[in-house]
């Protein structure tokens, strides 16, 4: 089994800055793509940045210049820098990682439990 566990963010200003953290642990081999969403009330979820084993990122047009997304391979562990904050980037943000699981290929997707950020104006 493989799980993923957020941590940080919180209630900030707008213009201020937070930073998520996701850490996978269990049965990994490898990990391929690590990714943050969010979900806004009353919103579906969307993808905010993601990470591939290979680093290549993407963005959401909406934070393209404000976030930064990063991994530490050998803690599988990816980040999320959030910077200069605004109130439309309220929302509970979900980590999810998706990789091998053992060495015949299995793979997973797990998503994490979530964390509330909150951006006062």
């Known amino acids: 089994q493989v799980q993923v566990v957020e941590s940080g963010g919180g209630l900030v200003q707008a213009g201020g800055s937070l930073r998520l953290s996701c850490e996978a642990s269990?049965?990994?081999?490898?990990?391929?793509?690590m990714g943050w969403y969010r979900q806004a009330p009353g919103k579906q979820r969307e993808l905010v940045a993601s990470i591939t084993s290979g680093a290549n990122t993407d963005y959401v047009d909406s934070v393209k210049g404000r976030f930064t997304i990063s991994r530490d391979s050998a803690e599988n562990t990816v980040y999320l820098q959030m910077n200069s904050l605004k109130p439309e980037d309220t929302a509970v943000y979900y980590c999810?990682?998706?990789?091998?699981?053992?060495?015949?290929?299995?793979?997973?997707?797990?998503w994490g439990r979530g964390k509330q950020v909150t951006v006062s104006s």
């Open positions: 269990g049965n990994i081999v490898s990990i391929e793509y």
């Open positions: 999810k990682v998706g990789g091998k699981s053992n060495e015949w290929g299995d793979r997973f997707d797990c």
